[in-house]
C-alpha cells in the first residue's frame, strides 16, 4: 500500500473514530447532448467521452469510501451556471472533459468516408483552476495531489496550455483559468479536467481503452481521496 493510501486510510479511520462524515464529491459530467463539445478525431462527441470516465471516476471515488453526488449524468443541464448549484453541499467539485485543439492546427483525413480533422500535436491531460474560486488554496492542493498521482500512474501532462494560461503548477499538468464559470461559481475547491486530446489520433484511442482508463480513474480518485482527508484532518486540528 502506497503512502498516500496509508494517509486516507488513517485520515478515514480517524473520521469513523470521531463521527466525522465521509467527504463528497461531486462529479460533472461536461457538455451536454444538446451542446456535445468537440468532436474525436474519429468522430465521436466529447461528451460521451466524458460521461464514459465519468462514470469510472465516480466509482473508482466510491471505492476510496468517498461520496458522489453525480452532476449532469443525464446531459440535461441547463447553464454552466447550474452544475456548482446542483453540487451545493460537498467538498470537491471536478468537471470532466476531453480536449480539442485550435482550428488551425488541424489536419485532414479519411475516416470512415467522411473528412475528418486531427492532430498530432497535442496529446496529454491537463487540470484547471481558477483564481476567482473563494477557496483557490484548496483548489490548488487538490490539483496538485490529482497530477501528481497521475504522473505516478504514467500519465503525462500536456505542457501546450502554456500557450493561452499561467501555470499554477505545471509539473503536474495545473493550469489557471480564471473565467471558467463551473470553477468560480462553485462555493468550494473546484477543478476542470481535461483526460486527454481526443482530436489526436493515437490518443484517442487511448483514451477508449477499458484498462487505461480505469488506471486513470483510480490515480484521479486517489488523488481527489488524499487531498480531502488531508484538509478534512486539518480543518479538525
Given at each position: 500500500m ?8 488513517a485520515?478515514?479511520w480517524?473520521?469513523?473514530a470521531?463521527?466525522t462524515?465521509?467527504p463528497r464529491v461531486?462529479?460533472?459530467v ?5 451542446d456535445?463539445g ?6 465521436r462527441?466529447?461528451?460521451?467521452f ?13 471505492a ?6 453525480e ?14 448549484e ?10 470532466v472533459?476531453h480536449?480539442?485543439i ?9 475516416w470512415d468516408?467522411?473528412?475528418?480533422s486531427?492532430t ?11 483564481r ?6 484548496g483548489s ?5 495531489a ?10 503525462a501532462?500536456?505542457p501546450?496550455?502554456?500557450r493561452?494560461?499561467q501555470?499554477a503548477?505545471?509539473e503536474?499538468?495545473v493550469?489557471?483559468?480564471?473565467n ?10 473546484a ?12 490518443e484517442?484511442?487511448e483514451l ?9 480513474a483510480d ?6 481521496a ?8 486539518s480543518?479538525r486540528e
Open positions: 502506497g503512502f498516500l493510501r496509508l494517509l486516507i486510510f485520515c478515514f480517524v473520521s469513523t470521531t463521527g462524515a465521509a461531486a462529479v460533472d461536461g457538455h451536454t447532448l444538446a456535445p468537440a468532436t474525436s478525431a474519429r468522430g462527441s466529447e461528451f460521451a466524458n460521461r464514459d470516465f465519468a462514470g469510472l471516476l465516480a466509482a473508482a471515488l466510491r476510496e469510501r468517498v461520496s458522489v453526488q452532476v449532469n449524468f443525464a446531459g440535461t443541464a441547463g447553464s454552466l451556471a447550474e452544475r456548482p446542483q453540487a451545493r453541499g460537498s467538498d470537491f467539485f471536478i468537471s472533459h480536449d480539442s485550435s482550428p488551425e492546427y488541424l489536419q485532414f483525413w479519411d468516408g467522411e473528412e475528418a486531427y498530432t500535436l497535442k496529446r496529454g491531460f491537463g487540470l484547471f483552476v481558477s476567482r474560486n473563494p477557496d483557490l488554496a490548488l492542493r487538490c490539483a496538485s490529482m497530477g501528481a498521482m497521475l504522473r505516478r500512474a504514467g500519465f501532462p500536456t501546450w496550455h502554456a493561452k494560461h501555470p503548477d505545471a503536474n499538468g493550469w489557471y483559468y480564471d471558467l464559470v463551473v470553477l468560480h461559481k462553485s462555493t468550494f475547491p477543478v476542470l479536467f481535461e483526460a486527454g486530446v481526443i482530436k489526436h489520433r493515437e484517442e484511442l477508449l481503452d477499458p484498462e487505461r482508463q480505469a488506471r486513470m490515480a484521479l480518485a486517489t488523488g481527489i488524499a487531498c480531502l482527508a488531508v484538509r478534512g484532518k480543518a
